[in-house]
């Protein structure tokens, strides 16, 4: 029975690590912006960092974990699907949220308002959840198999090429109005991330019809 | 070099073996769109996909996988 609940368990430790550092270090970040000293706001964003790195090993020692052969067969297709859906949904989210923080993001160049933090953050959070979900399925026994490696690198390839498409959009807007330029970068990266999400659920379905 | 092109018989294989897709997959460990791809021609596996599904259809590889120029 310990076998069964365990197969999942380099990637739950792995991400809660990663996600814990993360906040750390993105609330030292806002601390520090407010008046927090060098001295301790750079101690604290290494601890973060650590803690992020120390989930990822652990992640990665505990991947040896195996399902049960029993559960393979009607787990896999159910987890997999589960996958691609979620991610979709996620960058998705992020897009959305991001569209906010651009608008934050103008406000703040034009200098009409300050930068709103918790906005900013609502988004790279759902945009670190996106990436998470999108590179770290190889912790997860149920989704790590050659087709999956397969379609989330070419996944990859297709958000990469959106990102360096939309940067170069992003740069070229900065040369007319900086105002654009700043704003847009934030959609940029979540609209590549959910071209890589899109790109990869096309894919699974498309395998899945004989 | 002589090009060489990979024909994969996967298909009319497990036909012979009476199996669907889904039960080869489950007695390769692998998942159904594994099979299916591999066997539209979609997916080339690496050596060791290869060795499970002939393992798990009983046959030698090259029943599975030949080439021809």
């Known amino acids: 029975m310990a076998e069964r609940a365990s197969y999942d368990v380099g990637y739950r430790v792995g991400v809660g690590c990663a996600v814990l550092g993360a906040v750390m270090v993105l609330g030292v970040m806002v601390l520090a912006q407010r008046g927090l000293g060098r001295a301790v706001s750079v101690p604290l964003v290494l601890f973060g960092l650590a803690i992020m790195l120390a989930g990822i090993l652990a992640g990665l020692r505990f991947k040896d974990l195996r399902v049960p052969p029993e559960l393979q067969a009607s787990m896999r297709e159910v987890r997999q699907g589960q996958w691609v859906v979620n991610l979709v949904l996620i960058t998705g989210a992020a897009v959305a949220v991001s569209v906010f923080a651009g608008a934050q993001m103008w406000n703040a160049a034009s200098g009409e308002a300050a930068v709103q933090w918790p906005v900013l953050m609502v988004a790279a959070v759902f945009m670190l959840i996106g990436l998470i979900e999108l590179t770290l399925y190889r912790w997860r026994p149920l989704l790590d198999e050659e087709i999956t490696r397969r379609f989330a690198g070419e996944a990859k390839a297709w958000g990469f090429a959106a990102a360096v498409a939309g940067m170069a959009v992003s740069m070229g807007l900065m040369l007319v109005d900086l105002r654009w330029g700043v704003s847009s970068l934030l959609p940029v990266i979540a609209g590549s991330l959910w071209v890589a999400g899109l790109r990869l659920w096309w894919l699974m379905r498309r395998a899945e019809r004989g | ?69």
């Not at chain 2, 002589?2 to 018989?9: C, H, I, P, T, Y």
């Not at chain 2, 294989?13 to 998942?31: F, H, I, N, P, Y």
């Not at chain 2, 066997?39 to 050596?47: D, K, L, R």
């Open chain 2, 1 to 69: 070099m002589v090009e060489a092109r990979l024909v994969v018989d996967l298909k009319a294989v497990r036909q012979v073996a009476g199996l669907t897709q889904g039960e080869l997959a489950e007695r390769a460990g692998v998942s159904r769109k594994t099979v299916n791809t591999i066997e539209n021609g979609v997916f080339t596996p690496s050596v060791t996909v290869a060795l499970l599904l002939a393992e798990a259809l009983d046959v030698p590889l090259d029943d599975l996988f030949r080439l021809v120029r």
